[in-house]
């Protein structure tokens, strides 16, 4: 994924080695969204600067009437996904709406893994975030700093995480005290015997 607006810093994250890295040579190929499909009928096109969904000739309908801002279709093209600045969405090939989550900022770019188990979307907040296809459940979120490379990957759920060496500092807990108090961050770091637990995080996606 790329780390600058002109693409020219590139990073490359493995959750089978759990490891970061930076305009790294890639023996594995890597997967591009797909957005045309050859065994359902679904095609994109702008209208009045806005993106727009149509399956079998019908406008895809979008809770609240909000605007697309991107979407992919599963490698077997049983479903696809679609992103509004508020929430992820997934169709069926009919183009049933299964289910809608709430996300916490923005999605810039989607991607659908090749086995069809997790969507992957890119927060406008720097995090990509993987989501599992049957209920939308958020299972990973990864983080990295684009100037210094230090990165983290955790679990929303239980806050299981593995890091680089100096990135345990990026996630922990705020805590608001009296209005005349500063508030408190207890860094993850704090529970690293309890919670690094990057086999754990394997096993989530595995």
Request: charged letters at 20%; proline letters at 4%; hydrophobic letters at 40%.
């Amino acid at each position: 994924f790329p780390m600058n607006p002109e693409n020219t810093v590139n990073g490359a994250f493995s959750l089978s080695s759990m490891q970061f890295s930076i305009n790294a040579s890639q023996s594995t190929r890597l997967m591009v969204p797909k957005r045309r499909a050859s065994h359902i009928n679904l095609k994109a096109r702008m209208q009045n600067d806005h993106l727009r969904l149509n399956l079998d000739g019908r406008d895809i309908d979008v809770p609240g009437n909000e605007e697309i801002s991107c979407f992919a279709i599963a490698n077997d093209e049983r479903f696809f996904v679609a992103s509004t600045n508020s929430a992820l969405q997934m169709y069926d090939g009919s183009g049933a709406l299964r289910w809608r989550v709430a996300v916490e900022s923005s999605i810039r770019a989607l991607n659908i893994t090749e086995n069809g188990k997790f969507i992957l979307a890119a927060l406008s907040n720097g995090t990509i975030n993987w989501f599992a296809v049957t209920a939308g459940k958020p299972v990973l979120s990864f983080f990295v700093n684009a100037d210094s490379g230090e990165w983290i990957v955790w679990s929303p759920d239980n806050f299981y995480y593995t890091a680089s060496k100096n990135a345990e500092g990026y996630l922990g807990w705020h805590r608001n005290k009296e209005l005349d108090q500063e508030a408190q961050f207890t860094p993850i770091s704090k529970m690293r015997t309890r919670l690094n637990k990057p086999n754990i995080l394997q096993k989530i996606v595995n």
